[in-house]
């Protein structure tokens, strides 16, 4: 009976798994600020994988994390980079696995910015316009590499627009951009730096991602990346802004993807570990939350456990 009345419902069907590739065998390099997230290497990383993919979760999103750094992240768009391995094994062992990788270039840069940066007397600056080619590259190789559903992270202005260009360019015009279209400059991805080990080491990501304060102007950019060309729009961190998912969701009619980012995860784990919380309510409340604002598309860590929770078992 309450099922027949139930107004969400959340499905396994609707996550996506983060993972994070590094280069190695056997490797699965705990991060202690994520309990049961790993830096996995690319055979751990399809174990992983296929673990959630049996449990019902039909995507995966990959972030590397290269062995070099370099002022050019030429690890994000080396053919053989750590992301483009793992991607070509997940494809070859698990092709039913849909394959969404971040594109971002902030984990592949010795500074750990998200873009080029020039630095002067007066500081440092991102150089807007030249990151795109690069943003471009690397969506490109990770397509060629086998990827099915490309998401810009950087928040560049335009870049949507460029990836598409570039992508349509070489043939791939059927390959879908789900645009990290609302992020925000939040202290909820903490505990993310720690595991992609992209912490600026200058300054800081206020220039190029929103102010927590502005919704209008969240609404704008999903505008903005929406004529650029996203085929699926997202909202970042999710939790603590689901009034931004319930207006992007109103105001486009996109497929709309919530990130339950990683301090998200975070403090559930560590509230579960010290007896203070239900982790597996705690968790499923706060995903149907944002189906119930209108996500269609949860990210989250907990991908995996979930779709056990939601089977039963
Ligand atoms: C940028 C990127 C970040 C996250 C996803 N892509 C970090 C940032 O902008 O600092 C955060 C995800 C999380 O906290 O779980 N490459």
New binding site residues.
């Given amino acids: 009976m309450r099922q027949l009345v139930r107004e969400t419902q959340l499905n396994a069907g609707q996550l996506v798994l983060?993972l994070f590739a590094r280069s190695g065998r056997k490797l699965r390099h705990p991060i202690a600020a994520m309990p049961g997230v790993f830096q996995l290497s690319p055979d751990e990383l399809v174990r992983e994988a296929a673990r959630a993919h049996e449990a019902g979760v039909p995507a995966v999103l990959i972030?590397g994390i290269p062995d070099r750094k370099d002022a050019r992240a030429s690890g994000a768009y080396a053919a053989n980079g750590i992301v483009q391995q793992a991607v070509r094994l997940l494809k070859k062992e698990l092709p039913q696995l849909l394959v969404v990788t971040?594109i971002?270039l902030?984990?592949y840069m010795e500074h750990g910015h998200?873009g080029l940066v020039q630095r002067d007397k007066d500081g440092a600056r991102i150089l807007n316009d030249p990151t795109l080619k690069l943003l471009a590259r690397t969506a490109a190789s990770h397509v060629q590499a086998g990827a099915d559903i490309i998401a810009p992270?950087?928040m560049m202005d335009g870049r949507v627009r460029a990836i598409r260009e570039e992508l349509d360019r070489l043939g791939f015009t059927e390959i879908p951009i789900m645009a990290?279209a609302a992020?925000f400059a939040s202290a909820?991805?903490g505990?993310?730096?720690e595991a992609?080990e992209?912490t600026p080491k200058f300054g800081d990501?206020r220039s190029y991602?929103m102010d927590p304060a502005n919704a209008a102007e969240a609404l704008r950019e999903v505008a903005l990346d929406i004529q650029e060309g996203a085929d699926i729009v997202m909202v970042?961190p999710a939790l603590a802004y689901l009034d931004i998912v319930q207006r992007v969701k109103e105001e486009f009619g996109y497929p709309t993807a919530a990130?339950a980012?990683?301090?998200e995860y975070s403090m559930v784990k560590a509230a579960a570990a010290n007896g203070w919380i239900d982790e597996r309510a705690v968790t499923l409340e706060s995903l149907l939350s944002m189906r119930r604002a209108g996500a269609d598309i949860i990210i989250t860590y907990a991908a995996a456990d979930v779709a056990r929770w939601l089977k039963g078992s």
């Fill in positions: 983060p972030f971040d971002c902030c984990e998200c992270s950087d990290y992020k909820f991805y505990p993310f730096r992609a992209s990501r991602q970042k990130y980012v990683s301090a």
